[in-house]
């Protein structure tokens, strides 16, 4: 696609249950990354994708958090057993591998856990 | 301590002032830098990588001192629409991937 594609927008669900964010990257893009934003707070980075190397995984915050990319392409991010603190825009982007290039990010999926 | 630290600001400016963001850096292997603009409950957009040499785009002019770990912004001519948060982002390593790490950002708002 033209971009990088994210749903759902915006997600509410009740804590303790299970989320799953969806992102489609940049045709063509080899790397993937998933950030989150907490209100008003600077972006933290999460997990990352490159080609078939094993993700990096050392941003989640703990093992509730997973994700994985398939087929080298469209990633989902899940959340289990989600707790108020998971609330956050949480922000996927895609790249080509290449020192100057920076990322494309999607729009972001907006979760509320109440 | 941050790994990217910007002062947040904001700046409040008139259009058509001159002001500049600073920025510093922790890991001295990062190898590649970034300026994002971020409106408010958007996404993060690319403005400008920021070269050895220091690189200039239209009215943004972005400098890299490596010695001192230390990135700035320069935006003459300030425009309304140039009210955002600037994003200050490093990428680690010597290899040509790997993931940024972005500031906390510098709000910008330019008054009329």
């Known amino acids: 696609g033209a971009g990088v594609s994210q749903s759902p927008s915006n997600k509410v669900t009740e804590k303790g249950k299970d989320v799953e964010l969806r992102c489609d990257p940049i045709?063509?893009?080899?790397?993937l990354y998933w950030y989150r934003q907490s209100l008003g707070q600077g972006l933290e980075f999460l997990i990352y994708?490159?080609?078939?190397?094993?993700?990096?995984k050392s941003g989640l915050p703990s093992d509730r958090f997973s994700a994985e990319r398939t087929g080298g392409s469209v990633s989902t991010l899940t959340i289990q057993r989600t707790q108020q603190e998971d609330s956050a825009v949480y922000l996927c982007a895609s790249s080509l591998s290449g020192t100057t290039y920076g990322y494309t990010f999607g729009s972001g999926t907006r979760l509320t856990v109440v | 301590r941050k790994e990217v630290e910007q002062d947040p600001g904001p700046f409040n400016v008139p259009e058509g002032a001159t002001v500049a963001f600073n920025c510093t850096y922790s890991n001295s292997a990062s190898q590649s830098f970034f300026w994002y603009r971020q409106d408010c409950r958007k996404e993060p957009k690319l403005l400008m990588s920021?070269?050895?040499s220091g690189n200039e785009d239209g009215r943004f002019t972005a400098q890299l001192n490596r010695a001192s770990q230390y990135i700035s912004l320069l935006i003459r001519d300030s425009k309304l629409s140039d009210s955002a948060t600037y994003l200050c982002?490093?990428?680690?390593?010597?290899?040509?991937?790997?993931?940024?790490?972005f500031g906390q950002g510098t709000t910008l708002q330019v008054k009329p």
């Open positions: 982002v490093v990428r680690h390593g010597s290899s040509n991937t790997g993931k940024l790490i």
């Open positions: 920021v070269y050895s």
């Open positions: 994708f490159q080609g078939n190397s094993a993700p990096d």
């Open positions: 045709s063509g893009h080899t790397a």
